[in-house]
């Protein structure tokens, strides 16, 4: 929301209150508040009339600094607020200067200039950004409406990510932005995933800790800040610091929440019924069968909405015209090892039996005269399960629970943007709050059951909508994209601006969900899609079975299904490291590397932290990207290339750029149908080009997050050590671009490529004497 007309004015009939001089400030119990006129204080009658700022600093987290800016103090709260967690080793230090007040929590300060006021942050005493003088201010409309503004000054060269999952350009500098969760598919400002949090390049991030519509000015409204505000008398906010942006989101998803671990089976391939089509249990197995008949590993189907009968989304029960034996078919399926995924939806449809039964024991949201809220979108008269009501929360897993004691295994949660803010929920809750905050409750509904059922670590949903702390509740995919080339492209900026968001698995619908995509964009989707931390083919109006587009379709899909299936040890790793550090499986360049170039880039990532992917975005199968210094192995060729430039190729439908980081080892597994199995049994390790002086780790886990094989290889004067920690079985050893060796205590074999060396026997180290 803008509120200047330029550099100098105030719009029309606006007016503004802005912080002018701090006259007192308490430190207490590790909370300290400032008080601050609104006019310069020259004597002691200066002080009537004129009104006053009141800001509270605290850290719940070391590197953290919470500022809470009240122009009024006398509002009480309404419900609900974020969860956050607290650490109770901070102990913030402050102390007093002639001119300044200073608050620190670990590495991060907030120095407070008395007069003029202002806020200045420092990380390891070096400055990341500042409020300057009437940067904070109270705004009053023509309409009387009244917001309280923040900005925080930009440097030169300094580019702002993040704020959710966003299709609009990768870097947010020059957009406006409002936090509002909007069913509006791929092509739009909108988004269904709104995250008030945003990192920038020179290591720092902000959390404005609103569930209300937030809106943010980035480089537009004033070109050198980034400009936040929200509608009332407070605004609260969060400066996060850090070392590194990694660091950043580590100290971000600790404070709001790490992503869960997804069980190993989710990285396998979802197939779904499509929305619209038509199928029974004989359609289904066809679609099953057809993927076994051609050698095409599945591992997950999904029955899209029309499970239930029309109309009565959601009854929670299987169309029984189309479904006459679901528990028998369910069986069946999950005799062919497949996990099985449902539709589902927080609405429940006037014709649903579960109406009246919800309106009945006020489970439905509703009015303040107790009237069922209600609209005719999407479903005819449907209303909304109210989860601030725990009987109605009880309720609503009762119904899922009945689902997966036939079978099912997780669900997809769709939709929880299509929110009322004019109604009156069952613990009090504020309706604008509600909007956004909704599918929080409604996704964590949903995951706390199947982790109630199948255990910690073993739950899934597939969701559409979150909020900031929804990373606790994984996988989230991208919504409606169309069958074109640029909607994958803006597919992966949503996937990109929401990892850098605080979320660390994300997929999307391959090949475009609406329409139907001709074969070279599927065969191309395919590629990425199975090169993404999940991977679902789901569309409108059409199956998405390859044979459907052409045969080769057919070959590309197997080739990169079984492609990840045998990325899988490297998958789970990295995942586990996700879970653990909050820093995301689905990475920006930017996010890993300090390269210039590399602040730009949104058509290629990193996928964990060692194997970079470049889609293919062209029919003619053209791609640029760009590789960071040192020497890259592409993993589906072998060939090596020297980083720091950009580099053009021509790609068939079996190939696109991944390359494999130097100074890395990348574990191949030996089953390439599986996403489940013993990741360390005969596994080859990949080592890439490793410099003369550095090392390289690798550590593979079994499901239950057991280390299975940890080794390190170390280079140093052309000597290669080999030191083993942990080998439950044996394993191989795969040099690339080294040729000769001597002096070696282990079975040795040459092969084209470089050096195959196989250790039959655990030991605790090996040298090899390298000659190039």
């Given at each position: 929301?803008?509120f200047?007309?330029?550099?100098?004015?105030?719009?029309?009939?606006?007016?503004?209150?802005?912080?002018?001089?701090?006259?007192d400030?308490?430190?207490?119990?590790?909370?300290?508040?400032?008080?601050?006129?609104?006019?310069?204080?020259e004597?002691?009658?200066?002080?009537?009339?004129?009104?006053?700022?009141?800001?509270?600093?605290?850290?719940?987290?070391?590197?953290?600094?919470?500022?809470?800016?009240?122009?009024?103090?006398?509002?009480?709260?309404?419900?609900?607020?974020?969860?956050?967690?607290?650490?109770?080793?901070?102990?913030?230090?402050?102390?007093?200067?002639?001119?300044?007040?200073?608050?620190?929590?670990?590495?991060?300060?907030?120095?407070?200039?008395?007069?003029?006021?202002?806020?200045?942050?420092?990380?390891?005493?070096?400055?990341?950004?500042?409020?300057?003088?009437?940067?904070?201010?109270?705004?009053?409309?023509?309409?009387?409406?009244?917001?309280?503004?923040?900005?925080?000054t930009?440097?030169?060269?300094?580019?702002?990510?993040?704020?959710?999952?966003r299709f609009?350009?990768?870097?947010?500098?020059?957009?406006?932005?409002?936090?509002?969760?909007?069913?509006?598919?791929?092509?739009?400002?909108l988004?269904?995933k709104?995250?008030?949090?945003?990192?920038t390049?020179?290591?720092?991030?902000v959390?404005v800790?609103?569930?209300?519509?937030?809106?943010?000015?980035?480089?537009?409204?004033?070109?050198?800040?980034?400009?936040?505000?929200?509608?009332?008398?407070?605004?609260?906010?969060?400066?996060?610091?850090?070392?590194?942006?990694?660091?950043?989101?580590q100290?971000?998803?600790?404070?709001?929440?790490?992503?869960?671990?997804?069980?190993?089976?989710?990285?396998?391939?979802?197939?779904?019924?499509?929305?619209?089509?038509?199928?029974?249990?004989?359609?289904v197995?066809?679609?099953?069968?057809?993927?076994?008949?051609?050698?095409?590993?599945?591992?997950?189907?999904?029955?899209?909405?029309?499970?239930?009968?029309?109309?009565?989304?959601?009854?929670?029960?299987?169309?029984?015209?189309?479904?006459?034996?679901p528990?028998?078919?369910?069986?069946?399926?999950?005799?062919?090892?497949?996990?099985?995924?449902?539709w589902?939806?927080?609405?429940?449809?006037?014709?649903?039996?579960?109406?009246?039964?919800?309106?009945?024991?006020?489970?439905?949201?509703?009015?303040?005269?107790?009237?069922?809220?209600?609209?005719?979108?999407?479903q005819?008269?449907?209303?909304?399960?109210?989860?601030?009501?725990?009987?109605?929360y009880?309720?609503?897993q009762?119904?899922?629970?009945?689902?997966?004691?036939?079978?099912?295994?997780?669900f997809?949660?769709?939709?929880?943007?299509?929110?009322?803010t004019?109604?009156?929920y069952?613990?009090?809750?504020?309706?604008?709050?509600?909007?956004?905050?909704?599918?929080?409750l409604?996704?964590?509904?949903?995951?706390e059951?199947?982790?109630?059922?199948?255990?910690?670590?073993?739950?899934?949903v597939?969701a559409?909508?979150?909020?900031?702390?929804?990373q606790?509740?994984?996988?989230?995919?991208?919504?409606?994209?169309?069958?074109?080339?640029?909607?994958?492209?803006?597919?992966?900026?949503?996937?990109?601006?929401l990892?850098?968001?605080?979320?660390?698995?994300?997929?999307?619908?391959?090949?475009?969900f609406?329409?139907?995509?001709?074969?070279?964009?599927?065969?191309?989707?395919?590629?990425?899609?199975?090169?993404?931390?999940?991977?679902r083919?789901?569309?409108?109006?059409?199956?998405?079975?390859?044979?459907?587009?052409?045969e080769?379709?057919?070959?590309v899909?197997?080739?990169?299904?079984?492609?990840?299936?045998?990325?899988?040890?490297?998958?789970?790793?990295?995942?586990?490291?996700?879970?653990?550090?909050g820093?995301?499986?689905?990475?920006?360049m930017?996010?890993?590397?300090?390269?210039?170039?590399?602040?730009?880039?949104?058509?290629?990532?990193?996928?964990?932290?060692?194997?970079?992917?470049?889609?293919?975005?062209?029919?003619?199968?053209?791609?640029?990207?760009?590789l960071?210094?040192?020497?890259?192995?592409?993993?589906l060729t072998?060939?090596?290339?020297?980083?720091?430039?950009?580099?053009?190729?021509s790609?068939?439908?079996?190939?696109?750029?991944?390359y494999?980081?130097?100074?890395?080892?990348?574990?191949?597994?030996?089953?390439?149908q599986?996403?489940?199995?013993?990741?360390?049994?005969?596994?080859?390790?990949?080592?890439m080009?490793?410099?003369?002086?550095?090392?390289?780790d690798?550590?593979?886990?079994?499901?239950?997050?057991?280390?299975?094989?940890?080794?390190?290889?170390a280079?140093?004067?052309d000597?290669?050590?080999?030191?083993?920690?942990?080998?439950?079985?044996?394993?191989?050893?795969?040099f690339?671009?080294?040729?000769t060796?001597?002096?070696?205590?282990?079975?040795?074999s040459?092969?084209?490529?470089?050096?195959?060396?196989?250790?039959?026997?655990?030991?605790?180290?090996?040298?090899?004497?390298?000659?190039?």
């Amino acid at each position: 929301m803008k509120f200047t007309d330029g550099q100098w004015l105030l719009r029309e009939k606006h007016s503004i209150l802005n912080p002018k001089q701090a006259f007192d400030a308490c430190f207490l119990d590790g909370k300290l508040t400032v008080y601050v006129y609104t006019k310069e204080i020259e004597d002691r009658a200066q002080t009537l009339d004129q009104g006053t700022f009141t800001l509270h600093f605290t850290s719940d987290l070391h590197d953290t600094i919470q500022v809470q800016i009240n122009h009024f103090e006398g509002l009480r709260k309404h419900g609900p607020e974020f969860i956050c967690f607290h650490e109770d080793s901070v102990e913030p230090e402050f102390w007093e200067e002639e001119e300044s007040y200073h608050y620190r929590s670990g590495k991060l300060e907030a120095v407070i200039q008395k007069a003029p006021f202002s806020l200045e942050y420092y990380y390891e005493g070096k400055q990341i950004t500042k409020s300057e003088s009437k940067a904070i201010a109270n705004i009053k409309n023509e309409k009387d409406e009244v917001y309280t503004r923040e900005q925080l000054t930009l440097s030169v060269g300094e580019y702002v990510y993040g704020l959710g999952e966003r299709f609009t350009p990768f870097i947010k500098n020059g957009q406006a932005v409002d936090i509002w969760n909007e069913d509006g598919g791929t092509s739009s400002e909108l988004s269904y995933k709104n995250i008030p949090f945003y990192i920038t390049n020179k290591n720092y991030g902000v959390f404005v800790k609103h569930l209300e519509k937030v809106s943010f000015e980035v480089a537009s409204e004033q070109a050198e800040r980034v400009q936040f505000s929200v509608a009332g008398e407070q605004l609260s906010y969060v400066m996060i610091g850090g070392t590194s942006m990694k660091e950043v989101l580590q100290n971000y998803t600790r404070l709001m929440g790490t992503p869960s671990l997804p069980p190993a089976w989710t990285f396998g391939l979802w197939l779904s019924t499509s929305f619209t089509t038509n199928y029974d249990e004989e359609m289904v197995t066809s679609l099953i069968d057809g993927m076994e008949e051609r050698q095409i590993p599945l591992h997950v189907f999904h029955f899209d909405c029309f499970w239930m009968k029309e109309c009565e989304w959601c009854n929670f029960k299987w169309d029984s015209k189309t479904f006459q034996d679901p528990v028998g078919m369910l069986r069946r399926m999950k005799a062919k090892k497949l996990k099985i995924c449902v539709w589902i939806n927080p609405y429940i449809a006037q014709k649903s039996p579960l109406f009246q039964e919800g309106m009945k024991n006020h489970y439905l949201v509703e009015y303040a005269n107790g009237d069922v809220w209600q609209w005719d979108r999407w479903q005819a008269g449907m209303g909304l399960v109210d989860f601030t009501n725990p009987e109605a929360y009880e309720w609503y897993q009762e119904k899922l629970e009945k689902l997966i004691d036939m079978g099912v295994d997780c669900f997809k949660t769709d939709f929880g943007e299509r929110i009322p803010t004019n109604v009156v929920y069952y613990d009090g809750s504020d309706p604008i709050k509600m909007h956004n905050y909704y599918t929080y409750l409604y996704n964590q509904c949903v995951f706390e059951l199947l982790e109630r059922k199948f255990g910690k670590k073993k739950a899934a949903v597939f969701a559409r909508s979150a909020t900031a702390g929804s990373q606790k509740f994984p996988v989230h995919w991208g919504g409606d994209c169309w069958a074109t080339y640029e909607s994958m492209a803006e597919t992966l900026r949503g996937g990109l601006s929401l990892c850098m968001s605080g979320f660390g698995f994300w997929s999307h619908d391959i090949s475009g969900f609406e329409k139907t995509a001709p074969p070279d964009i599927y065969k191309r989707w395919v590629a990425f899609g199975l090169l993404s931390t999940h991977s679902r083919l789901h569309g409108s109006t059409s199956y998405r079975v390859p044979w459907l587009f052409d045969e080769e379709s057919v070959l590309v899909l197997k080739f990169f299904t079984q492609l990840k299936c045998k990325l899988m040890p490297y998958l789970w790793s990295e995942a586990i490291q996700t879970a653990k550090t909050g820093i995301p499986m689905l990475r920006t360049m930017v996010l890993e590397f300090q390269d210039p170039a590399c602040r730009f880039l949104d058509t290629q990532y990193m996928l964990g932290e060692k194997l970079l992917v470049a889609p293919v975005f062209s029919k003619e199968g053209e791609v640029t990207y760009y590789l960071p210094k040192g020497k890259w192995v592409d993993l589906l060729t072998g060939n090596c290339k020297e980083g720091g430039t950009y580099y053009e190729e021509s790609c068939d439908y079996f190939h696109l750029p991944l390359y494999a980081r130097p100074n890395t080892i990348i574990p191949i597994g030996n089953n390439e149908q599986e996403v489940e199995y013993d990741f360390a049994k005969n596994v080859t390790l990949h080592v890439m080009p490793l410099e003369d002086g550095k090392k390289a780790d690798c550590q593979i886990y079994n499901t239950e997050e057991e280390v299975m094989l940890h080794l390190t290889i170390a280079r140093e004067n052309d000597t290669y050590t080999i030191n083993i920690r942990k080998a439950i079985h044996p394993f191989s050893v795969l040099f690339h671009t080294l040729h000769t060796i001597i002096d070696c205590e282990c079975q040795v074999s040459l092969i084209s490529e470089g050096l195959l060396v196989s250790i039959e026997e655990q030991r605790e180290e090996i040298s090899l004497v390298a000659k190039e």
